[in-house]
């Protein structure tokens, strides 16, 4: 069973400032998703990294799927209280299922 | 387009009593459907996965059971509940395709008392 490890846990930081969310994990991956979720909501995904070494940007948000595709990131330039929320990566460990690591909280004073 | 519903939203149940929760996807056919379970502020662990009507596949021995009467249907339910079945539940569709996205319903908080 893969294992998805998120670091850290919490983050909290003030409006402006950037912040990065890690996710490792020791097996391969074809493709890695990060999703975000708000509080009584369900995840929604933000993007998804299929090749290693790839970056996508999605406005403030960069991701970067490692050489290896063991490992992503997540960078946030300049956060505001928006982007408060649960970060969580997924993967597939088959065609089907879907699974997610522990996730960091972000949150972001204003 | 698609959207997927999942209801009720929140429910108070008593120890020992059943449940039931349902989660219907409109707009697609022959979806993957899922059940995942939430602690609070962590993530998610899959309970149930389905890839057609009365294909189930479970990923964790439990106090629960799913079902898929129809296509596009998902029901999860127990007999009767423990406290630790309390969570946030999120039912979630997917569509084959190269690359899977998962599409979640809104959860449903579950408290047993």
């Known amino acids: 069973t893969q294992l998805l490890e998120q670091s850290p846990q919490f983050l909290s930081i003030q409006e402006g400032e950037n912040l990065t969310v890690y996710c490792n994990s020791s097996s391969v991956f074809s493709s890695l998703q990060w999703y975000r979720q708000e509080p009584g909501e369900g995840p929604v995904l933000l993007v998804t990294v299929v090749t290693g070494g790839e970056v996508k940007k999605l406005k403030r948000l960069t991701f970067q799927f490692g050489d290896a595709r063991k490992d992503s990131s997540l960078h946030i330039t300049a956060a505001q209280p928006g982007d408060t929320g649960l970060y969580l990566c997924?993967?597939?460990?088959?065609?089907?299922?879907?699974?997610f690591g522990a996730g960091t909280t972000v949150t972001v004073r204003a | 387009s698609q959207t997927i519903h999942q209801w009720p939203a929140t429910l108070v149940q008593p120890v020992g009593s059943p449940l039931s929760l349902e989660c219907t996807v409109e707009?697609?056919?022959?979806?993957?459907l899922y059940w995942y379970r939430q602690a609070a502020g962590r993530g998610l662990q899959l309970l149930f996965y389905s890839v057609g009507i009365g294909q189930i596949s479970s990923e964790v021995p439990q106090n629960l059971s799913a079902s898929r009467p129809q296509d596009r249907q998902f029901i999860l339910s127990s007999k009767k509940l423990l406290l630790s079945d309390s969570g946030f539940y999120l039912c979630?569709?997917?569509?084959?395709?190269?690359?899977?996205?998962?599409?979640f319903g809104s959860g449903t908080q579950l408290s047993v008392l």
């Open positions: 707009g697609t056919s022959n979806p993957n």
């Open positions: 997924a993967a597939f460990s088959n065609d089907y299922k879907l699974s």
């Open positions: 979630a569709w997917s569509i084959d395709s190269v690359v899977e996205k998962l599409f």
